[in-house]
C-alpha cells in the first residue's frame, strides 16, 4: 500500500491512499483518520485498508482524485519518535574529515543515532524557514522506515518484522552549529531544524526486490538548483534497518509510528556523487586540496526522488524544497 | 491551577484538577480531553479551568474526589518534544570528572542540551522496567517547565514568558551508557531510558515567591530506598528557563507542550547531597579518594519531592518509583 496525508489544518492531517501508479488517491478517513491512527490499529485497519487500495488500483474506488503532491503533508506529520541513524560508514568517515572530528569509538560495530524533533515534520514541498545563512544550510537525502510498535531489548531480526512502512526523507542540517553540539557529547539540537518528507509513505512490498536485506535497494537521486547533485545507492549500507530499530530499543520501547532513519546515503565511488553538501566540500578538500563548494542560500531549491535500479522512478514522490529566511516577526511573539 | 491526569486507557490520560491543598481532584476533561489538548487551546480553555479550579477549591466542584497520585500518569503522558538541559553548571563540572571526559566547550555561556524521548513518560509511581543492573541504573531529580507554542529564534525574555506550567522529573539515566554515547557525539539514546513526573504539573503562580528568575526556588529532597540523599536547592540553576527555551527555539519553533528541563539539580555545597548518584559517586572520588556508592539494583526506590524553603511540601506531590528488570518476554516479541 501507498500512504500521503493531505493537509487538512489538522495536527496529523488526513489519511489518504494512493494508487499504485502514483496518480490518483483516495481519502482512506472512514477507516482511519490519519496515518498515525493507522500504524496504532494496524491489525484492526489492515485489511479494510488493503480492500480500498485495491479497489483504487481497479479504478472503482469512489471519490478518487488527481494525487497532488504539493497538497500533502510528511506522511506522518508528526510521530512519537524521530531516531536518525549514521549507517553508511562513508559518510560518517567523511564527516569526521569535514568537523576534524576524533574518529568515533567503535564506529563500524555499533550504530551511531540522534534523536531529533518529531512534533514538526515539514511536507514535501514545504518552505523551509531558517534563521540565518551562516548557519550553514544543508540538505541530507536518506531513507526511513516506520515502526509498528517494537519491545524494549528487540534483537534485530525481530526489529526488521517490525518495520511497517518506507519512506524517503530529507534530514535539514545546520553545518555550522553541528560540530560544536558534537563536542559537547550532547549530540546535535541546534543543528538539526525540522526535517522534511517525501509525500508518499509504503510498505514494504510496494519496493519488490528493492527491499532486500533491510535496506532499501534504490538510488537517491539529488539536485540542487536544478543540477545534479549525486545519485547514491542505498544498498551500501553498513547496518540494517532491523539492526537500528534493536539499538533504538535498546533501553526503551518504540510506540508505533516511530521514524528510524538511515543517515545520508552515501556511497564509497566517487561517481555517485552525494546527498549532502558537507560531503561533497570534504571530498573536494581530499581529492582537489580545497573546498569549491558554498552551502545553500536563502532561495536555492533542493529536490530529491528515489529510483529504482532499472531507472523507474521510485514509489515515494519527489521532495522539491526551497529555502527561506525565518519571518523576521518570528523573533518577537 | 494544579494539573493531574488520571489513566484511563487512552495515550493522553484525562485531564483532572487538583486542589490547592493537594487532597482533592475533579475531572476536567469536560473543558479539554487532556493535558496536551489545554495546551493547545490554551486561551480558550484557560479561563474554564480557572473556574473550575476555584469551584474545586471552594468545596463546590460536583463530582469531585479524594486525590490519589497513585492512579495518575505523568501529567503529559507524552508531548512534542522532551529538551534536556545541563543547567547546573556545578552538577556539570563534576560529570566531567566522573566520565573522565574533556571540558565542554563554552558550557559556562551556551547552555547544553539533548533531546529526549517524549512519546512514552513514566507515571509518579510506576515501576521502571529496564534491562540490566549492569547497565549502571541512576536517578536524575530535575524541575521543568511545559511551553506553549514557541517561535524559531525568540529572545530568553520571550520564552520566559511561554512558560505555561512547571513539573517535576526524574530523568533515569544508565550511566555505563552515558560516555559512549556522549563520545559519539550523537549524545544520549540507550543512556536515557523513559523519563518520569512528579503526578501534579503547576501554572508558575502557584509557586508564588519560588518561581524568581525564571528558576524554581525550591529544594528537591531525594531518598534512595528510604535513606536522605541529598536535597539540592533549584536556585543555584545558572541558566534560566526563559535561555534554555531560547536555545532550543534557535533553529526551530516549539509547538505547545514541549518540556524543557533543567538537568540535575546540583548546589556547590556538599551538605545539600546530590540528585543523582552520580554524582555523588564523583564527590566520594574527589573528597575520600574512592567510590563507595554502587549504582541502583533492581526492586530499589527512590523518592523525590519538592519542598519550599519553609519547608512546606511543595505542589508537584512525590515521585516514588521501584526499578524492575525488563519483562523476560519483551525482547522475544
Redesign the interface.
Known sequence: MKFATLKDGT?DGCLALVSRDGQRAVRASAVAASLIDAL?RWDEVHLPLCDLYESLNAGSAPGAFAFDPAACAAPLP?C??W?DG?AFLNHGRLMEEAFN?PP????DT?P?????????FLGPHDDV???SEA?GIDFEGEFGVVTGPV?????PE?ALACVRLVVQINDWS?RA?GP???????????????TAFAPVAVTPDELGEAWRDGRVQMRLQVQWNGERFGEPHGGEMNFHFGQLIA??A??????AG?IVGSGTVSNVSRAAGSACIAERRVIEKIDQGEIRTGFMRFGDRVRMQARFDGGADGPFGVIDQRVVA?AAT????
Chains 1, 2 share one sequence.
Open positions: 495536527l496504532q508528526r512519537p519518535q531516531l549514521s572530528a568515533i569509538p567503535l564506529f555499533v551511531v543515532m540522534y534523536q531529533g524533533a518529531s512534533d514538526d524557514p531558517l534563521p548557519d519491545p524494549m531489548g528487540v534483537s525481530a545546520l552549529l560544536h553540539e558534537m563536542k559537547t557529547g550532547f549530540g546535535f539540537l541546534q543543528a538539526k531544524p525540522s539499538h533504538a535498546r533501553t526503551r520501547r518504540l510506540t516511530s525565518m518570528a523573533g518577537a511573539a
